[in-house]
């Protein structure tokens, strides 16, 4: 079990002390063919995927590269702050990385709005969580902007080029959040998270905390390629329509 944390990263209080422990239950629980991709099982197979992967990451980069810019521009001409926001997520194995995204919150909602980064829920309440919300006062007129054309998004691609997440798999968690999971929903700790995922493409932000989770689970059961390629492609039509993005 790897708790790598990234060196920057040492000294916050929310890593739980029992987080390898948990993920490494949720494993041993698992079937053998609940947490391995059917047809890529192979080093050869396995190899030739992250080399796709950090092609199209570095294509991506280089083609958006002016996009990008002119997204940080307008960003820093809407509010004061940063243009790119990091976050610490959970990945595979309960590796801890920083996630790279278009900054579309206000630089200090934490100060004003600091019920919203307590996390502190009742058994009630994280049933009907919705982590995003349309009506949401911490994002920004420009990162309303961003969220609906998913342009907040493009930062990821250096997420992806690393080797953090993949093209597809379980939506990347805060540390936070892990003492809300079943043990059963642990397993989605098995495969990289990825830009896009099962549960993108089955509501987006309409979807409750409880809901992404389960879906999570059930694309770490079902996981190949040829889901994957649908998920991209569903994922593709998704960005065009908005839907469900705010």
Not at 56 to 61: D, E, F, N, Q
Not at 81 to 109: E, H, S
Not at 120 to 126: D, G, K, L, P, Q
Request: aromatic share 10%.
């Amino acid at each position: 079990m790897n708790l790598a944390i990234p060196s920057e990263c040492y000294g916050n209080s929310y890593v739980v002390d029992d987080l390898a422990r948990r993920i490494q239950e949720a494993l041993s629980a698992a079937r053998p063919d609940q947490t391995a991709r059917s047809g890529v099982a192979s080093s050869i197979s396995a190899a030739l995927v992250r080399l796709a992967e950090i092609l199209i990451a570095a294509a991506g980069l280089i083609l958006t590269c002016p996009i990008m810019a002119f997204v940080a521009i307008i960003i820093r001409m809407d509010s004061s702050g940063p243009a790119l926001f990091r976050q610490i997520r959970v990945g595979r194995n309960g590796r801890l990385f920083f996630f790279y995204k278009f900054r579309t919150l206000w630089v200090d909602a934490p100060t004003m709005y600091p019920d919203m980064y307590t996390y502190r829920y009742t058994s009630e309440e994280i049933e009907q969580l919705h982590f995003k919300r349309e009506d949401d006062p911490r994002v920004t007129p420009a990162g309303c902007w961003l969220r609906k054309s998913t342009l907040d998004e493009l930062p990821n691609l250096w997420n992806l080029l690393k080797g953090d997440v993949a093209i597809v798999g379980p939506r990347p968690e805060i540390p936070e959040m892990l003492p809300y999971y079943r043990p059963e929903q642990m397993i989605k700790f098995s495969v990289k998270p990825g830009i896009t995922g099962l549960a993108q493409t089955r509501g987006r932000g309409r979807l409750r905390f409880s809901q992404t989770n389960d879906y999570d689970v059930e694309y770490v059961k079902n996981r190949s390629l040829a889901l994957d390629f649908g998920i991209v492609c569903r994922t593709i039509k998704l960005m065009i329509t908005r839907d469900g993005a705010f």
